[in-house]
């Protein structure tokens, strides 16, 4: 079993939809959650962080830690076209400095 | 935000040559960078932990002598391809540490290299 799954999809979804992306992991020292944007051939772009369990909202995005699961969820409200990208969940045990481990990414597309 | 940059963009060789990749922490200072590498369609994999002032460390199954990794200042770490082959054709990305409240990593746009 990997340390990260995540369904590749790719999802689609039409405009104004809202979106959920997921991942399950299955170490229990991870504590740093992470959802990155990539674009095609372009760097991860940080969207959203949380530390340990629970909710936190930014926007049109909410990410969701389920520790006692071992689950983790990206919801995007009022999905537009722009949001077309390659979501990666990625999550790490220790503090800054140490190394991400990602899941495979979800390929979104949003039609207008 | 903090910003990585990462040098070239783009590089296409023949088999047998050596490419180097720069990357740079433009507005913070970095000890410890990381690189990764992306096949099309799958996850980024950690390749090594590059380390201001010592050696990389390198995942399992990544060759040091044929990934060398210099960390030669606290913005700059360079990753040399030696010897490279298509197989090593790849997405190549580094990232860095941040500092302050999100304590995460930032990503360099990344290279894409192409062994012909």
């Known amino acids: 079993q990997k340390e990260v799954e995540q369904d590749p999809g790719p999802l689609s979804v039409p405009e104004g939809a809202i979106v959920s992306l997921n991942c399950t992991y299955s170490?229990?020292?991870?504590?740093?959650f992470m959802w990155y944007r990539q674009y095609s051939r372009k760097g991860p772009e940080l969207l959203m962080y949380t530390y340990s369990s629970g909710n936190k909202e930014d926007g049109r995005f909410t990410a969701q830690v389920d520790k006692s699961s071992k689950y983790i969820s990206l919801f995007i409200r009022d999905s537009q076209p722009s949001d077309s990208a390659t979501y990666l969940c990625a999550m790490r045990a220790g503090q800054a400095g140490t190394a991400l481990i990602f899941g495979k990414g979800t390929t979104l597309s949003v039609s207008s | 935000g903090a910003v990585v940059s990462q040098h070239p963009s783009r590089v296409i060789c023949k088999s047998g040559t050596s490419v180097k990749i720069e990357c740079r922490s433009l507005?913070?200072?970095?000890?410890?960078m990381f690189w990764y590498r992306q096949f099309p369609k799958q996850s980024l994999m950690l390749m090594a932990t590059?380390?201001?002032?010592?050696?990389?460390?390198?995942e399992q199954g990544v060759e040091k002598d044929k990934f060398l990794i210099n960390h030669a200042s606290l913005t700059l770490s360079t990753l040399t391809v030696t010897s490279a082959h298509p197989e090593d054709s790849s997405f190549y990305i580094c990232s860095a540490p941040g500092t302050g409240s999100t304590d995460t990593q930032y990503f360099g746009p990344g290279t894409r290299l192409t062994v012909l």
């Open positions: 590059s380390n201001e002032g010592s050696k990389a460390t390198y």
């Open positions: 507005d913070f200072q970095a000890t410890t």
């Open positions: 170490n229990s020292a991870f504590q740093y």
